[in-house]
């Protein structure tokens, strides 16, 4: 069953607060009554950076309003793009330490296939498009970090067939 766009439950959040993954869950769950698949995505800050030094947090500044008119402008997206009944997008801003979880994404859809093309693409679209500053900050210092090449290139897997997402 193909859903309106602009009719499915889309729920977008940004905390500066460590979360309950589980119970964002359980909470998306009742959310998707009906779908046939669930498919979430939890991002943890690394313990390195990209070039292996050790990473003692990640900083992402944002803008209140902004960032989370992106944030919901990406789920809305991945919702109608990809016929899901449900998605939610969990995002952390401010302080968060290694290990501590960063994003996390649940789609629910009547067929898994598009419950996981729906995940990736709100994935990519998060790490390109979202509103935020970013830096890591370790024993080497405090330095500003940028969607990397790949990062882009993944973001432009989905221009092919609809260039408005």
Same mark, same amino acid.
């Given at each position: 069953?193909r859903?309106?766009p602009?009719?499915?439950?889309?729920?977008?959040?940004?905390?500066?607060?460590?979360?309950?993954?589980?119970?964002?869950?359980?909470?998306?769950?009742?959310?998707?009554?009906?779908?046939?698949?669930?498919?979430?995505?939890?991002?943890?800050? /690394?313990?390195?950076?990209?070039?292996?030094?050790?990473?003692?947090?990640?900083?992402?500044?944002?803008?209140?309003?902004?960032?989370?008119?992106?944030?919901?402008?990406?789920?809305?997206?991945?919702?109608?793009?990809?016929?899901?009944?449900?998605?939610?997008?969990?995002?952390?801003?401010?302080?968060?330490?290694s290990?501590?979880?960063?994003?996390?994404?649940?789609?629910?859809?009547?067929?898994?296939?598009?419950?996981?093309?729906?995940?990736?693409?709100?994935m990519?679209?998060?790490?390109?498009?979202?509103?935020?500053w970013?830096?890591?900050?370790?024993?080497?210092?405090?330095?500003?970090?940028?969607?990397?090449? /790949?990062?882009?290139?993944? /973001?432009?897997?989905?221009?092919?067939?609809?260039?408005?997402?």
């Amino acid at each position: 069953m193909r859903q309106l766009p602009g009719t499915v439950p889309v729920s977008a959040i940004l905390t500066e607060e460590t979360f309950d993954v589980a119970g964002a869950l359980a909470r998306f769950s009742v959310s998707a009554m009906g779908a046939g698949a669930i498919v979430s995505f939890q991002g943890i800050t /690394r313990p390195e950076t990209k070039g292996g030094e050790p990473l003692d947090r990640l900083v992402l500044e944002w803008h209140p309003r902004l960032t989370e008119i992106s944030l919901h402008q990406i789920a809305q997206a991945g919702a109608d793009r990809f016929a899901a009944r449900a998605v939610t997008v969990v995002h952390r801003c401010g302080v968060i330490l290694s290990g501590e979880t960063i994003v996390l994404v649940a789609v629910a859809s009547d067929h898994r296939r598009d419950a996981f093309l729906a995940a990736d693409y709100l994935m990519d679209r998060l790490k390109t498009d979202a509103v935020f500053w970013k830096r890591e900050e370790g024993a080497f210092g405090s330095r500003w970090i940028e969607p990397t090449q /790949r990062d882009q290139y993944d /973001r432009t897997r989905w221009n092919h067939d609809q260039s408005q997402n």
